[in-house]
Nanobody
């Protein structure tokens, strides 16, 4: 059974940092692309970042470039999202997702498996 479990969310002041973790099980990590998405109340889901299993290529939404960093520890089947210089507009529920493909995509509809989400709240 494929499982994705996010952790690391919380409440932080603007300018602060958080590191989200996505622990995966039930599939061969190396064969999957992993993405981070977020959804704020009243807004559509947004792709934040993703990482390719084939060569470790990473992609970021323009809104987080230079502030967020995605990384993967294949030995631990875990993907991280380091979030620095957080802004109130980063407040959302953050989800990780996986898809059986070597090249990652920022389109959420392409992903097959999703975690339960972790809340990130940035106060001004």
């Amino acid at each position: 059974e494929v499982q994705l479990v996010e952790s690391g969310g919380g409440l932080v002041q603007a300018g602060g940092s958080l590191r989200l973790s996505c622990a995966a099980s039930g599939f061969t990590f190396d064969d999957y692309a992993i993405g981070w998405f977020r959804q704020a109340p009243g807004k559509e889901r947004e792709g934040v970042s993703c990482i390719s299993s084939s060569d470790g290529s990473t992609y970021y939404a323009d809104s987080v470039k230079g502030r967020f960093t995605i990384s993967s520890d294949n030995a631990k089947n875990t993907v991280y999202l380091q979030m620095n210089s957080l802004k109130p507009e980063d407040t959302a529920v953050y989800y990780c997702a996986s898809v059986y493909r070597s090249v990652a995509t920022m389109f959420g509809d392409e992903y097959d498996y999703w975690g339960q989400g972790t809340q990130v709240t940035v106060s001004s």
